[in-house]
């Protein structure tokens, strides 16, 4: 949520004086919030029409480093609150979901007219092992070595020992050529993983799960924000908008009910991380400038300079933004089946 900010309240007799003013701003906050691109709050500080003083005691620029930091947090701390209320009430609702790794990597769908379908793979198959090489259960890593494999292989035989219910088979599969010359077969891979669900058994049981699990989606969600930054051309392409959020929460909504619980908390996490990293236009960058303030013994940045690095963050955030919707927006299958 970019910093956008609030009236804290007013003398008395300024309010007064700017009632009409005040109910106008309000009216165009809520209408703005109406919209789902992000929040919207708004401060008169730097509102060109207000007509309160630029010395009133009360306006936000004016407050103790404390009320700023207070209230610039609120949305970071609001979102982290509603990612742990999610958790708490999934935990409570439908139980905590718990994963058993198996080995190989399970195949939940098959591509009509594809390489897997002409050669005999069905959904439902799991691949314990390709070319010979056994795959473990170590989830995503096994993904990846069928994915290596298959790409490597482009119009050349791969094997692959499939388990089919109570059979060992194996299957031999052609990858056609993919446009960049990598092979495909037209599968959708995913770890060989079993969830069960786990129910608390007391109140304490209750708040012991919720804050497990959210720790542990907060981890991944750091984790994965770090690994982005540290290895930015291999996750630039990784990096998702709006319009793929919205496609990942259709579906899962589509496949798993209880999936909203965790994409909710997930995003709400995410939010947060985002909204506390010291850059212009985000929460973290105006945190960044008041820890300036204070470091500085009280002195703030000329209004030019603090102007202008929020200036550029957003508009850097609105050019991202909008390369963001049209890449993801692109990448609908419907879409790449128009073009």
Do not use: C, W
């Amino acid at each position: 949520m970019a910093p956008n900010q609030t009236p804290l309240p007013l003398k008395t007799s300024t309010f007064s004086r700017n009632q009409n003013h005040a109910i106008k701003h309000l009216i165009f906050s809520n209408l703005s919030s109406a919209f789902p691109l992000g929040g919207f709050v708004g401060f008169p500080d730097n509102d060109p029409d207000s007509e309160i003083p630029t010395n009133d005691a009360n306006l936000l620029k004016n407050r103790p480093v404390l009320d700023r930091s207070i209230v610039v947090s609120a949305g970071i701390i609001a979102n982290v609150v509603f990612a742990y209320v999610i958790i708490f009430v999934q935990v409570l609702s439908v139980g905590l979901p718990v994963q058993e790794a198996f080995p190989g990597v399970l195949v939940p769908e098959v591509k009509t007219f594809s390489a897997a379908s002409r050669d005999g793979l069905l959904p439902g198959d799991v691949i314990l092992s390709v070319d010979g090489a056994e795959l473990s259960k170590t989830g995503p890593d096994a993904v990846s070595k069928v994915v290596d494999v298959v790409k490597r292989s482009p119009e050349s035989d791969v094997l692959f020992r499939v388990e089919r219910g109570n059979q060992d088979l194996v299957v031999r599969v052609r990858p056609d050529k993919n446009f960049d010359g990598a092979g495909k077969i037209g599968v959708q891979l995913s770890p060989n993983v079993r969830i069960t669900k786990v129910r608390p058994r007391n109140v304490s049981e209750t708040f012991r799960f919720a804050g497990k699990e959210f720790m542990g989606l907060s981890s991944n969600v750091v984790d994965g924000l770090k690994q982005t930054f540290l290895n930015f051309s291999q996750t630039a392409s990784k990096v998702a908008g709006p319009v793929a959020i919205i496609a990942v929460g259709a579906e899962v909504a589509r496949s798993n009910t209880d999936g909203l619980y965790q994409f909710a908390a997930l995003l709400n996490i995410n939010l947060a991380v985002i909204n506390l990293l010291p850059l212009p236009a985000l929460d973290g960058g105006t945190l960044a400038l008041i820890l300036l303030e204070a470091v500085r013994g009280g002195r703030k940045l000329p209004v030019e300079v603090e102007q202008g690095i929020m200036s550029s963050g957003i508009m850097l955030v609105i050019f991202l933004g909008l390369f963001l919707i049209v890449k993801d927006t692109l990448s609908l299958d419907f879409i790449r089946e128009m073009l």
